[in-house]
């Protein structure tokens, strides 16, 4: 007869005995689950003790020298991926003209702004001289709000190549730098 301990047999405990074990509250097991920490094996409806030791162990480790314990090489890997793939998705919306730089949208509002405050003040000295002999107050009005809605349709322009500040032809924008040989996006 072989009375060689089978190692690979693994201790399965309840909640209160791996608190006990790890000297923690069975609350405290239970929050530390719920961080993702100590998983319950669906056959046995208890914790793997073994595992549940050394999980805890890292968990404290990491926990002195202030690293974050739930946080994975992996998860840290698919962040990185994901905020990459963010940015991709971002210049690409900024090749399709769906998206500008603040700076870009500031200085062609700004410019706008001070065209159309120009040909607003231009309006009382461009209609004192059309309006000046006229008696009949409709067409004075008529004047007025035609000269009125011209310059205000100034504000209604716009034309998403004229913010980018688009290079001539034959001049290499900033977005064709950022395209590599085979057309994709650094």
Same mark, same amino acid.
């Given at each position: 007869?072989?009375?060689t301990p089978?190692?690979?047999?693994?201790?399965? &405990?309840?909640?209160?005995?791996?608190?006990?074990?790890?000297? $923690? !509250?069975?609350?405290?097991? @239970?929050? *530390? =689950?719920? +961080?993702?920490?100590?998983?319950?094996?669906?056959?046995?409806?208890?914790?793997?003790?073994?595992?549940?030791?050394?999980?805890?162990?890292?968990?404290?480790?990491?926990?002195?020298?202030?690293?974050?314990?739930?946080?994975?090489?992996?998860? &840290?890997?698919?962040?990185?991926?994901?905020?990459?793939?963010? $940015? !991709?998705?971002?210049?690409? @919306?900024? *090749? =399709?003209? +769906?998206?500008?730089?603040?700076?870009?949208?500031?200085?062609?509002?700004?410019?706008?702004?001070?065209?159309?405050?120009?040909?607003?003040?231009?309006?009382?000295?461009?209609?004192?001289?059309?309006?000046?002999?006229?008696?009949?107050?409709?067409?004075?009005?008529?004047?007025?709000?035609?000269?009125?809605?011209?310059?205000?349709?100034?504000?209604?322009?716009?034309?998403? +190549?004229?913010?980018?500040?688009?290079?001539?032809?034959?001049?290499e924008s900033?977005?064709?730098?950022?395209?590599?040989?085979?057309?994709?996006?650094?």
């Amino acid at each position: 007869m072989d009375f060689t301990p089978d190692y690979s047999v693994s201790l399965t &405990v309840n909640q209160k005995e791996l608190a006990q074990c790890l000297g $923690i !509250s069975s609350r405290r097991v @239970r929050q *530390l =689950r719920e +961080e993702g920490l100590f998983k319950i094996h669906q056959e046995t409806k208890g914790y793997n003790l073994e595992k549940c030791i050394q999980e805890y162990i890292d968990y404290k480790v990491n926990a002195e020298t202030g690293r974050r314990a739930s946080i994975s090489k992996e998860e &840290v890997q698919a962040e990185h991926e994901e905020v990459k793939k963010q $940015i !991709s998705l971002l210049k690409l @919306r900024k *090749l =399709r003209r +769906e998206l500008h730089e603040a700076s870009d949208v500031e200085a062609f509002l700004t410019d706008m702004l001070i065209r159309f405050k120009n040909h607003l003040l231009e309006v009382p000295a461009k209609l004192a001289m059309q309006i000046s002999g006229e008696t009949d107050v409709n067409s004075m009005i008529q004047v007025i709000k035609k000269e009125m809605l011209s310059v205000l349709e100034e504000l209604s322009n716009y034309d998403p +190549e004229e913010i980018d500040g688009i290079p001539e032809k034959g001049e290499e924008s900033d977005y064709e730098e950022e395209l590599d040989d085979e057309g994709e996006l650094d």
